[in-house]
């Protein structure tokens, strides 16, 4: 499997050509309506005092989407910036803060990231939640922050997100584990009589 | 077989007057094709840098690189230093940085990049700019 990121550490993040040139980096990430899969990243230039560029990078010019870097084949696959924020507006900011629900109807917490798949798949495979006492007992004085898998219905509304009871089983306190988890998650789900 | 820094501050000759126009300061590699295509000298005193082809020069040795000819080629591409460069695979996950360039000095081929984790044969190289070098992944 391939490494999982947080979606907000990509920001920053250099966008990197195959001929070793970095044309920009990440400002913000992108994903389409149901949250399943990055559509795209905004981007700045890069340094300290460059600020938002015009052009973005929609993901079917991503070559990579790697640990230390987003490559592209060239600065050609940039593209102007309305093709990927249009799917930005309707979806971005929303699925940020909103509650989780399962599909059993328990409240489990609120979002709080979005874990997406490195390579170049672009699969978001879970979420970053500021758990609810209902899910991880433990210190009263803050909430948890654990990973929780998207599974592979998702409803998305604008203010919650349901996934399936049965993820909320496979939660992790760091992505290392929580890679684990996620393949213990699908394995079950296959196996499972439905 | 040579290593990049085995040529650095060599002295540059020409062959027919055996004058000296400085010491080699860098070699330009072109990642795609996998050769260096110019070298770079700087005057001893007047510190200006001078930029040949390759096919201007006649031998790099061990102890001196001999120049047919100084004239400046038609086109000097941008040079970008390899040695202390960070190399990048084409997944987007750092390797490490250059250590040193593995070449030949009689034909200008790059054999290998060399780095703390071992050696990138040349066919594995993509592309080289000014923030790393790509190289395919292994």
Known sequence: MNELMAARSLTTRPVVTLGGDAVAQVKDTVFDA?????????LSGRGLLSGPLKQ????SGVHALGHDA????????????PVVVARREAQQGRVLHARVLTDEGTEVGTVLDVVVEGGTSGRVVGFRIAADKSLVRGSRRRRHRVYVPRGETLAV?????VIPADA?????????????RLGAFHDGRKEAPS | MMLFSQTRGLPVLTLTEAEEIGVLRSLTVDARSGVVTHVRVRGRHARKETVLAWGALHAVGPDAVLVRSVAAPAEA???HELPGLRILAETGDQLGTVQDVVFEPETGRIEAVRTVQGDLPADRLLGLGEYALVVRAG
């Open chain 1, 34 to 42: 149901a949250a399943g899969r990055i559509t795209g990243f905004t």
């Open chain 1, 56 to 59: 973005s990078l929609p993901w």
């Open chain 1, 70 to 81: 987003v490559m592209i084949a060239d600065a050609g696959v940039l593209a102007e910036t």
């Open chain 1, 157 to 161: 509304s604008g203010r919650a997100l």
């Open chain 1, 168 to 180: 909320t089983r496979y939660v992790a306190d760091d992505l290392p584990s929580f890679a684990a």
């Open chain 2, 77 to 79: 591409p941008p040079h």
